[in-house]
């Protein structure tokens, strides 16, 4: 976000004590409660002052029913640009992290448990992108006959990401046929990119036998479309309940808000938009999401995986969220997925 003039430093250090106390009590903040419980080192005359500034400049406004004033997009964003240091997550509930997340787990276990960990810790709908084998390092291939024309095939990539499909073929097929083409293709594609195995798959159609094409070529078929890079992901959703409870929060209704998240491809765009953050967490706020229906929420993100396979986690909650503590909470997840996720040097 291209950021305007910068406030004053007393300024700022009014902002940031109101932003934080409206965290904390969602009840507007009078200057008396800042200079009582924060060192500002001035009168609350001089804070009153400060206040009407901010207030001038969009930092905060008064609501009606009271003399306190609350932070505005605007506010906020000025609050997390300058959060100097996230709030540490506590030894138990990283402990809890890295015991619930080691255990001998497939990655679609492992990818519900981390968004279910987020979700509590955070108390906020924790949402994550299952990265797609498409742009992964290949181990292994089984093909799993499973009945004389369906075959079940599976790929495995470097970081532990399965992908299968099952596959229905025109004609009868040999048990040879099928155990050649496995051993022909874990031969191909060990330690080999994706991309790379799938565009070496057609030399192998045509180098089958005229009486096995039919076969050969729609498992190659199969496979050449997993390897795909596909844009339509999964996502892994928990703690929905959050945004029910945050309900007054909001001042329009929430089913916009629950609908573009079952939709998906709002959190996809939003996903998207994050996979570049510099500083590795990305947050939007409010209007700051292009999704008209999410525009009063907040949604911090930040990328994991392998070098290979990056995708992307975060939490959404109304804009009133505790943005150092859930900006911990999801790069320490973050963290550890990565490395989980990351192959395993041979």
Sequence with gaps: MAEGKALAPRRHNVLCALVADYIATHEPVGSKALVEKH???????????DMADLEKEGYIYQPHTSAGRVPTEKGYREFVNHIATLQPLSEAQRNAIQTFLT????????????????????????????????????????????????????????????????????????????????????????????????????????????????????IIDALAQTLQPVYTQKLVVSGMSHLARSGPDFRGELSPIIEALEEQVALLRLFEESQHAPEGIHVTIGSENHHEALREVAVIASSYGGAQSRAQLGVIGPTRMDYARSMSAVRTVASYLSKILEPTVR
Excluded at 39 to 49: D, E, I, M, W
């Design 39 to 49: 060192r500002l080192g001035v009168s609350p005359a001089t804070v009153r002052n």
């Design 103 to 218: 255990e001998p787990l497939s990655v679609g276990d492992v990818m519900r448990r981390s968004v279910q960990l987020l979700s509590q810790i955070t108390h906020h709908t924790a949402v994550a992108q299952v990265p797609s084998v498409a742009r992964a390092t290949l181990r292994h291939i089984e093909l799993v006959p499973l009945s004389p024309m369906r075959i079940l095939i599976v790929v495995i990539a470097d970081s532990g990401m399965v992908e299968q499909h099952t596959i229905d073929i025109a004609e009868p097929f040999d048990s040879y046929v099928l155990e050649t083409l496995r051993i022909k293709l874990n031969a191909l594609c060990v330690g080999l990119e994706s991309g790379a195995f799938a565009a070496s798959l057609e030399d192998l159609v045509r180098a089958t036998p005229t009486e096995q094409v039919g076969v050969v070529s729609a």
